[in-house]
């Protein structure tokens, strides 16, 4: 494989994170400049972020309320539902 030419990337990042990371990759035997390398060729190759990203903050994405949000529409496929006006509340 030819030389490439290298070039740094400069990353904000929380200084306890940093030393986390850092433990981390210590850990399985690389330091934080190989693992992001790592992580950027996976984008690259795979035309992606590797790994999901999702609004987990966000209680209507909770697993909970999504499964609630399925068993009600299925009921409601099933004939099983009432239909309810929707009333506006306002602070009047």
Same mark, same amino acid.
């Given at each position: 494989?030819?030389?490439?030419?290298?070039?740094?990337?400069?990353?904000?990042?929380?200084? !306890?994170?940093?030393?986390?990371?850092?433990?981390?990759?210590?850990?399985?035997?690389?330091? @934080? !400049?190989?693992?992001?390398?790592?992580?950027?060729? #996976?984008?690259? &190759? /795979?035309? &992606?972020?590797?790994? /999901?990203? #999702? #609004? @987990?903050?966000?209680?209507?994405?909770?697993?909970?309320?999504?499964?609630?949000?399925?068993? !009600?529409? /299925?009921?409601?496929? #099933?004939?099983?539902?009432?239909?309810?006006?929707?009333?506006?509340?306002?602070?009047?």
């Amino acid at each position: 494989m030819k030389n490439m030419a290298q070039t740094t990337l400069n990353v904000r990042i929380d200084e !306890s994170v940093k030393q986390q990371f850092d433990a981390f990759c210590t850990d399985v035997g690389m330091n @934080s !400049s190989v693992a992001v390398n790592l992580f950027v060729k #996976a984008v690259l &190759r /795979e035309r &992606r972020i590797p790994f /999901e990203i #999702a #609004a @987990s903050d966000d209680p209507f994405y909770f697993q909970a309320n999504q499964e609630r949000l399925k068993k !009600s529409l /299925e009921q409601l496929n #099933a004939g099983k539902g009432t239909v309810h006006e929707l009333i506006e509340v306002t602070g009047d």
